[in-house]
């Protein structure tokens, strides 16, 4: 059974830095895509970022220079890094996996498996 499962949210300061973890069971994620999105209350769920099979990467414009996706695939897992945090990064924080082959984008309807989500709370 293909699983996807979250962790590393919580609540952190304005400025501060978490890292989140997406850690796979059932397959094997050096064939996967993995992206990232998010979902603030009262929003749609968007694309934060995403790593290619082939180690290739891509952010979204509010992710660049603050937001680190990484992969260790002898631990099956994915990870975000985030800095700088600001209060409009609270959300809850999906990772995702497609098949897909080439150059990744965290665009929703490419990935077929999801985690369950973890809340990431950016306030003071």
């Known amino acids: 059974q293909l699983q996807l499962v979250e962790s590393g949210g919580g609540l952190v300061q304005p400025g501060g830095s978490l890292r989140l973890s997406c850690a796979a069971s059932g397959f094997t994620l050096d064939y996967y895509a993995i992206a990232w999105f998010r979902q603030a209350p009262g929003k749609e769920r968007e694309g934060v970022s995403c790593?290619?099979?082939?180690?290739?990467?891509n952010y979204a414009d509010s992710a660049k220079g603050r937001f680190t996706i990484s992969r260790d695939n002898a631990k099956n897992t994915v990870y975000l890094q985030m800095n700088s945090l600001k209060p409009e990064d609270t959300a809850v924080y999906y990772c995702?996996?497609?098949?897909?082959?080439?150059?990744?984008?965290?665009?929703?309807?490419?990935?077929?498996?999801w985690g369950q989500g973890t809340q990431v709370t950016v306030s003071s």
């Open positions: 790593s290619s099979r082939g180690g290739s990467t």
């Open positions: 995702a996996a497609s098949r897909l082959i080439g150059v990744c984008a965290p665009v929703e309807v490419q990935y077929n498996y």
